[in-house]
């Protein structure tokens, strides 16, 4: 299986100021079609996951562009550009080239 | 617009049985598949499964092999993720979520593109296993 080690485990972050997470995988998600199939999600408290990110860099509908990610191969980043109240919740990174799908372990994001 | 709305929360005894449904909307069903995902209390994201609704097609993770059965029922857009002898380590709550890739038996593995992957969820159905 493909191994998604996110770090940190855990974000506190001032209001304003930015916030980066890094999601390293165990094996290259480029897919033979060559897409990288690389999503990353929100969960806030309570609610189901919501996706962000999708092939690495490409923007959801109604998603802030203060969030932005990148990377390729097996290194990706998200950041947020500046954090709001509303960006508290869980972060995950998922990959989508590999069966079986996995899942980052999580970041939590938090006001400082 | 899509919508993935999941049957409502359980209460089952060890070695039990659930089911739990997922009824989709706004899109074609059958040109889609559907993965579920589980969240244990506190816990992150696994995936336990796929199924293409346009021939039954399945792809199980392999901790859950022999205990997980996916279906679907294309006259009503419902799929729905059976899970036997339950143990209290199942507790968690269950998605439903709208995959890409589905199956076609003469033309083999066909998606509807990476924009669709995971883009969807259903609000999750809690599923408590305690004696």
């Known amino acids: 299986d493909v191994v998604m080690t996110q770090s940190p485990p855990s974000l506190p972050v001032t209001l304003g100021q930015p916030a980066s997470i890094s999601c390293r995988s165990s094996q290259s998600l480029v897919y033979s079609d060559g897409n990288t199939y690389l999503n990353w999600f929100q969960q806030r408290p309570g609610q189901s996951p919501r996706r962000l990110i999708y092939?690495?860099?490409n923007w959801d509908s109604g998603v802030p562009d203060r969030f932005s990610g990148s990377g390729s191969g097996t290194d990706f980043t998200l950041k947020i550009s500046r954090v709001e109240a509303e960006d508290v919740g869980v972060y995950y990174c998922?990959?989508?080239?590999?069966?079986?799908?996995?899942f980052g372990q999580g970041t939590r994001l938090e006001i400082k | 617009q899509v919508q993935l709305v999941q049957s409502g929360a359980e209460v089952k005894k060890p070695g039990a049985s659930v089911k739990v449904s997922c009824k989709a909307s706004?899109?074609?069903?059958?040109?889609?598949?559907m993965s579920w995902v589980r969240q244990a209390p506190g816990q992150g994201l696994e995936w336990m499964g796929w199924?293409?609704?346009?021939?039954?097609?399945?792809h199980y993770a392999q901790r859950l092999q022999g205990r997980v059965t996916m279906t679907t029922d294309t006259s009503t857009n419902t799929a729905y993720m059976e899970l036997r002898s339950l143990r209290s380590d199942d507790t968690a709550v269950y998605y439903c979520?709208?995959?890409?890739?589905?199956?076609?038996?003469?033309?083999?593995?066909?998606?509807?593109?990476?924009?669709?992957?995971?883009?969807?969820w259903g609000q999750g159905t809690l599923v408590t296993v305690s004696s």
């Open positions: 706004g899109y074609t069903f059958a040109r889609f598949g």
């Open positions: 979520a709208r995959d890409p890739w589905y199956h076609q038996e003469r033309s083999g593995w066909l998606t509807q593109g990476g924009q669709y992957y995971f883009d969807y």
């Open positions: 998922m990959q989508g080239t590999h069966w079986p799908i996995t």
């Open positions: 199924i293409s609704p346009y021939d039954g097609k399945t």
């Open positions: 092939k690495v860099s």
